[in-house]
């Protein structure tokens, strides 16, 4: 049986989970993609560090070695980051190597760039793992989803924000709390910033967007929020309304347009998101043809993540084998300008911190009727020493949502939340 021989960048988390797929699945993998995988160089920083991981793969501290070794076909690059991952890849792709990767802030920031060099190149550029871990997600949008028309992304892409706000709902633990517990546990870095603050999905927004819409999108495209600033008050009135709350990445086509966002969503408790636990991801794809399909599976950790990344290498290793021609992973490409916010209409969950001796409440009434705001919930809650009004409103677009929030603060009337609601 043929060997195609790979290199390696990195051997922390993702890399050497890698190598242990390969070598426990050596007989099916090699029976599947007809020929035998076999990792020959690993790039790594310390050799002494990784060598009983390592087993028999060669571990080097420079890059050139892989770069150079023309026995090598196909790279998996596993540092992470942007640089100098970036650069890696590029050379790799210039000089006839594929690439496969889970680097979604890569893939995001500079995907499009990347792509246009391997296919200049004639060779691969493969990154299923670079959203949602173990989800074959980028790959059903791809292939499965092809011929049919994509309305709405909706999902949980971030294990992180999952498992603190569901340790806030299901276990009434405040904020910070639970992000110790998550980085207790591993499932939180020590500088979660990224995560908690949206940033983490709203790369992966941008990857899912290119998939299923077409549309190539920067941070500037549209707004992300994190979940640093939930409230426990809120957790628990969310729930008195039959919600749970939960960290949403959506993109949707509006008026031939397209609106992405990331933030804090309500979904219903008796729905499917909000039964997805912990570190567990999922993703709900609503479709002309298809109607709604949904993807759940662990977002994170070595082995689903390491899985993703040996799809890719079995995939390209089977198209080497088929064809001459490399092919693009997401040849889907459209035009869509960002949808302006008088345009897109949601339901939404407000609370809103108030001096109980003043008449907040005649200013919130006022401040509805002018704005054109319809609501099915408005409530005075006093909580210890803090009143609030809690406000769910009729869909309202997303522009009247930022009016009202403006004239709430101009009133000196705090907005502790604003949350979508899913519908």
Known sequence: MKKVKVGLLGLGTVGSGVLKILARNQDKISNIAKRQIEVVKALVRDPKKHEKEANQVKLVTDFDEILNDKDIEIVIEAIGGLHPAEEFIASLLEHGKSVVTANKDLIASHGPRLVEIANRNNVDFMYEASVAGGIPILNALSQSFAGDEIIEIAGIVNGTTNYILTQMVDHHANFQDALKKAQELGFAEADPT???????????????????????????????????????????????????????????????????????????QSGQLAHVKNEYNAVGVRSMAVGNSFFFGPGAGSLPTANSVVSDLMAEVNDMSMTSEAESFNRYQDHLDPAKPKEVFDSFYLS???????????????????????????????????????????KISHQQLNDFTTAMKKNNISVQAAYKILK
Do not use: C, W
């Open 352 to 394: 809103l911190k108030i001096d109980a001796k003043d008449d907040a409440i005649l200013t919130v009434s006022k401040l509805l009727v002018e704005h054109q705001i319809g609501f099915r919930e408005l409530n005075k809650v006093e909580e210890g020493k803090s009143t609030y009004i809690v406000l769910v409103t009729d």
């Open 194 to 268: 990224n995560d908690i603050t949206g940033k983490d999905a709203a790369y992966k927004m941008i990857i899912l967007t290119r998939f299923a819409f077409g549309a190539n999108l920067t941070f500037d495209d549209f707004e992300y929020h994190g979940i640093e600033e939930v409230k426990s008050f809120d957790v628990r009135q969310i729930a008195k309304l039959g919600y749970s709350l939960k960290l949403l990445g959506i993109s949707r086509k509006v008026n031939n347009h397209i609106f992405v966002e990331v933030g804090p969503t309500l979904v219903k």
